[in-house]
C-alpha cells in the first residue's frame, strides 16, 4: 500500500547546482507534508513542511513544492553542497486522521564535487 | 538543541525473549511515537502516545507490543515475545504543538 512514492532510489548532482526531489502521494486526505534527511545509522533529521492551504515554503537552501491536483511535492536544494548527501524521505499526515507518519521510500542524493 | 535520545543503541535478542526499548524524548513535548525500519524497506509507524495512552497504533502493533511512559521523561516500547521478523531499526519522536515530529538516533534490534 504505497500511498507515498519516491520514484526515483538515487539522484546525482554536481556541488553548487539544484537539487530536486520528488514524492507523489495517492491518498486525498493527506493534508501537512514533511521532508526529512536521514544519515546512515541515524535518525530521521527533520527539514522542512507544508500545508496544503499553501504551494511553497522556503527555508534557506531548502523549498518545497506542492502541486495538490497533481498530488505531488517536491524538494529543493540549492546550491547543493556535498554535506547533503544522505537520503531524503518525504513523508506525509492526514490531520484529521491523527499525527502519524506516512513515508515514502526515500531518494539517495549524492552531491558530487 | 534539545534532542531525542534512546537507550541501547544495539539490542541483541534470543527470539521469544522480551526487550524493552527507552527513549527520552524532547522535554516540552506532548506526543510520542515510535516508529520501526526494516532493513531496505520504508520507515512504519508503529504507535503514538498523548495524553499517557495510546491515540492511534498500526496493524504491526499487536498484543506482543506495549508502550508506557513510566515517568515524566521516559518512554518505552517493549516487546514480549521478539520474533526473528521484529530485527529492525526502532525510532522514537516527540512532537509538540505542530505537526513537525523529531526523531531520535534508533535502536537497532536484532532477534536471532
Known amino acids: 500500500d504505497q500511498q507515498v512514492k519516491q520514484n526515483s532510489p538515487s539522484l546525482s548532482v554536481q556541488e553548487g547546482r539544484i537539487s530536486i526531489l520528488n514524492c507523489d502521494y495517492t491518498?486525498?486526505?493527506?493534508?501537512?507534508f514533511l521532508w526529512y534527511k536521514k544519515y546512515p545509522a541515524e535518525g530521521p533529521t527533520f527539514l522542512i513542511s507544508i500545508s496544503s492551504i499553501k504551494d511553497k515554503n522556503e527555508d534557506g537552501r531548502f523549498t518545497v513544492f506542492l502541486n495538490k491536483s497533481a498530488k505531488h511535492l517536491s524538494l529543493h536544494i540549492v546550491p547543493s553542497q556535498p554535506g547533503d548527501s544522505a537520503v531524503y524521505f518525504c513523508a506525509a499526515i492526514d490531520t484529521g486522521g491523527g499525527n502519524k507518519l506516512t513515508f515514502g521510500t526515500g531518494t539517495q542524493l549524492k552531491v558530487e564535487l | 538543541e534539545p534532542e531525542v535520545t534512546q537507550t541501547p543503541s544495539h539490542q541483541v535478542t534470543q527470539m521469544g525473549q522480551e526487550v524493552i526499548l527507552r527513549c527520552v524524548p524532547i522535554?516540552?513535548?506532548?506526543?510520542f511515537y515510535w516508529y520501526r525500519q526494516i532493513l531496505g524497506q520504508k520507515v512504519e509507524f508503529l504507535v503514538s502516545f498523548y495524553n499517557n495512552e495510546i491515540s492511534e497504533k498500526s496493524e504491526i502493533f499487536d498484543d506482543q507490543f506495549s508502550v508506557e511512559r513510566p515517568d515524566g521523561s521516559n518512554f518505552t516500547l517493549k516487546i514480549r515475545s521478539t520474533k526473528l521478523e521484529d530485527s529492525a531499526m526502532y525510532f522514537c519522536?516527540?512532537?509538540?504543538?505542530?505537526?513537525?515530529?523529531?526523531f531520535g538516533p534508533g535502536t537497532r534490534l536484532t532477534v536471532t
Open positions: 522535554s516540552n513535548h506532548l506526543y
Open positions: 491518498n486525498s486526505m493527506f493534508d501537512y
Open positions: 519522536a516527540s512532537g509538540g504543538h505542530t505537526y513537525e515530529q523529531y
